[in-house]
């Protein structure tokens, strides 16, 4: 019992599916888990707490009727639990617990890819010179598309930069 309080405490099942980045569809099957698990618990521990004994001795002292006592026992006494079969639930289950581990090998997957992606990101902001060191042509190199813009507006005879002056103002002194 001590270990299940404190796993309830350590498991903080909002932080996972947040920080995961878990799909919709594995976190309303881990949602629907806990639920069900949360009612089985309960059921249990109301089960558990009532009494499992009959006491025939009490019966015997009030009712006049003996043979019904004795009867009730004899039924009590031969009675024997119905088994079922519940491989279909263990195999239901094997197939959620095998959907679940397919999600979550893709998830992690793309959590990979995605992780890879952040540290090369990482790396190149790492590597790269101060603003202040950077040329033109260094821009240039990095986005052709700028010099393209540049060459055509020069050609067309456009000497400045469209929403400049809405932008930072006009600096003419004039």
């Known amino acids: 019992m001590a270990s299940r309080a404190a796993t309830k405490a350590v498991v903080d099942f909002t932080k996972i599916y947040s920080t995961l980045g878990l799909g919709k569809e594995t976190v309303n099957s881990l949602q629907a888990f806990r639920k069900r698990h949360a009612d089985a618990q309960r ?3 109301t089960l558990s707490s009532q009494p499992t004994t009959v006491d025939f001795a009490h019966y015997r002292s009030i009712l006049k009727n003996q043979n019904i006592v004795n009867e009730a026992e004899k039924i009590l006494k031969d009675f024997k639990p119905a088994t079922y079969d519940v491989s279909a639930h263990v195999k239901a289950i094997d197939q ?7 999600t979550a090998e893709a998830t992690a997957a793309e959590i990979d890819v995605e992780l890879k992606a952040l540290e090369a ?9 101060p603003f202040e060191d950077l040329t033109v042509e260094d ?22 930069v469209p929403g400049y002056k ?5 600096l003419n002194v004039m």
Do not use: S, Y
């Not at 959620?96 to 397919?102: D, G, H, I, L, R």
């Not at 809405?166 to 006009?170: A, I, L, P, S, T």
């Open 166 to 170: 809405e932008k930072f103002g006009d």
């Open 96 to 102: 959620f617990e095998a959907k679940a581990v397919a």
């Open 121 to 129: 990101t990482l790396a190149n902001i790492e590597e790269a010179r």
């Open 139 to 160: 821009v240039g190199k990095a986005h052709p598309q700028i010099l393209e813009t540049v060459q055509t507006m020069v050609k067309k005879g456009k000497w400045t």
């Open 43 to 45: 059921i249990h521990g």
